[in-house]
């Protein structure tokens, strides 16, 4: 008699095109690698046709601190899927405190005054808009779902649970397509006083106050679980029960942010670039200016908002300067350095005259010593 030997299988395992979605995610979006996960498990349920009928593809709640990346992940899977971080609808529910304004998501009813020129913002046509011919997906992100009023979240009740909407003028959009986003910032002050010193947030080395060290697994499981009673306790059950998965947002460390620097810097060079030919410069950032951004950009309480404003207050404010001023202009290299003496950004001229193949490399960290060798003189 024949005896079969039984294979086992590995249900960790990814398929080719959920796998290059979670490597595409983690290059976007920084720090929150199982958020990502979560977001690549129901595209891949959908992929596989296992997501349930007559319901959204998934329905996610995302809380956290300010700062974390909660959009950014949202508008970072519209632009790995169809190009475009503008295919996300955003629903900013700071909007809809009060229940008159649902009409501006569904528009009025016939006979209402104003029913012909209300176009709602949850049509078929404006969910339908982004597709492609290969990603037929539509992204709606509820953002700051806790500021909204209990007529909208009503009115998600059915969205979430049966995937259908009947707009003002009775006809009817499906949303059984749709990825559905939720985020809030339930929680976040008690998150906050978890991430005192001495609750988990480890100091940095270098010492700085704010504390940008990296948070302990214990702290993280002990923000998810705050984050998750905050929800319950303002949202009904009837509503919780309609969420697929709530996913809390972890701080960012000392590393994550390094690594956030470096794509900002990238972007301040795209953004360079993309102003046009007679304004295309490099920049070249030693390690000390990059210190001193992420020194004085980083607090736990705001992100990497805060981030992002350093660097636009302390590098593209003073260029901007020096662009209009007509001290440097395209094909100049520029080299950013920080004076710990002066206490201020340093901009030098060192190079000139660079060809467009130089100029479109990457942003990069060069020493004294490469800066030198670029401007063809030596190092100080």
């Known amino acids: 008699m024949r005896q079969h030997t039984a294979k086992l299988l590995d249900p960790r395992k990814t398929g080719h095109e959920a796998g290059r979605l979670e490597e595409d995610l983690k290059k976007r979006v920084v720090g929150q690698d199982e958020a990502v996960r979560q977001v690549v498990n129901t595209y891949q349920t959908y992929l596989a046709g296992m997501n349930t009928p007559g319901r959204p593809i998934g329905n996610l709640l995302f809380l956290g601190p300010t700062g974390t990346g909660k959009t950014r992940l949202v508008e970072a899977l519209a632009e790995s899927l169809v190009g475009d971080a503008r295919a996300v609808i955003r629903i900013d529910c700071a909007e809809f405190q009060h229940g008159h304004e649902i009409a501006k998501l569904v528009g009025s009813p016939p006979g209402y005054l104003g029913h012909r020129e209300t176009h709602p913002a949850l049509s078929q046509s404006a969910l339908n808009q982004h597709h492609t011919r290969t990603v037929k997906i539509s992204f709606l992100l509820f953002d700051e779902i806790e500021k909204a009023s209990d007529t909208l979240w009503n009115l998600l009740l059915g969205i979430l649970d049966?995937?259908?909407?009947?707009?003002?003028?009775?006809?009817?959009?499906?949303?059984?397509?749709?990825?559905?986003?939720?985020?809030?910032?339930?929680?976040?002050?008690?998150?906050?006083?978890?991430?005192?010193?001495?609750?988990?947030?480890?100091?940095?080395?270098?010492?700085?106050?704010?504390?940008?060290?990296?948070?302990?697994?214990?702290?993280?499981?002990?923000?998810?679980?705050?984050?998750?009673?905050?929800?319950?306790?303002?949202?009904?059950?009837?509503?919780?029960?309609?969420?697929?998965?709530?996913?809390?947002?972890?701080?960012?460390?000392?590393?994550?942010?390094?690594?956030?620097?470096?794509?900002?810097?990238h972007l301040v060079q795209q953004r360079i670039l993309s102003a046009g030919a007679e304004r295309a410069l490099v920049?070249?950032?030693?390690?000390?200016?990059?210190?001193?951004?992420?020194?004085?950009?980083?607090?736990?309480?705001?992100?990497?908002?805060?981030?992002?404003?350093?660097?636009?207050?302390?590098?593209?404010?003073?260029?901007?300067?020096?662009?209009?001023?007509?001290?440097?202009?395209?094909?100049?290299?520029?080299?950013?350095?920080?004076?710990?003496?002066?206490?201020?950004?340093?901009?030098?001229?060192v190079a000139e005259a660079l060809r467009t193949v130089d100029i479109r490399q990457p942003l990069k960290c060069l020493s004294a010593q490469q800066v030198a060798q670029t401007a063809g003189g030596t190092a100080a």
């Not at 909407?165 to 006809?171: A, K, M």
């Open 283 to 349: 920049l070249s950032l030693t390690q000390s200016a990059k210190d001193h951004l992420l020194r004085t950009g980083s607090d736990i309480r705001y992100g990497v908002r805060y981030l992002r404003r350093t660097v636009d207050r302390a590098l593209v404010e003073p260029l901007s300067n020096l662009i209009a001023s007509g001290q440097v202009s395209a094909g100049d290299t520029i080299r950013v350095n920080y004076s710990s003496r002066l206490e201020r950004m340093m901009f030098s001229h």
């Open 162 to 265: 049966k995937a259908s909407l009947t707009l003002g003028d009775n006809s009817k959009v499906d949303f059984s397509n749709t990825m559905i986003f939720m985020t809030s910032n339930l929680g976040a002050m008690d998150m906050q006083r978890a991430l005192q010193p001495g609750m988990g947030f480890a100091p940095s080395k270098t010492g700085d106050r704010r504390g940008i060290g990296q948070v302990e697994p214990e702290t993280n499981r002990k923000l998810a679980d705050i984050g998750s009673a905050a929800a319950r306790r303002v949202f009904s059950p009837e509503f919780i029960n309609r969420i697929d998965r709530i996913q809390v947002f972890q701080p960012l460390g000392e590393s994550q942010l390094r690594r956030i620097l470096e794509l900002e810097l």
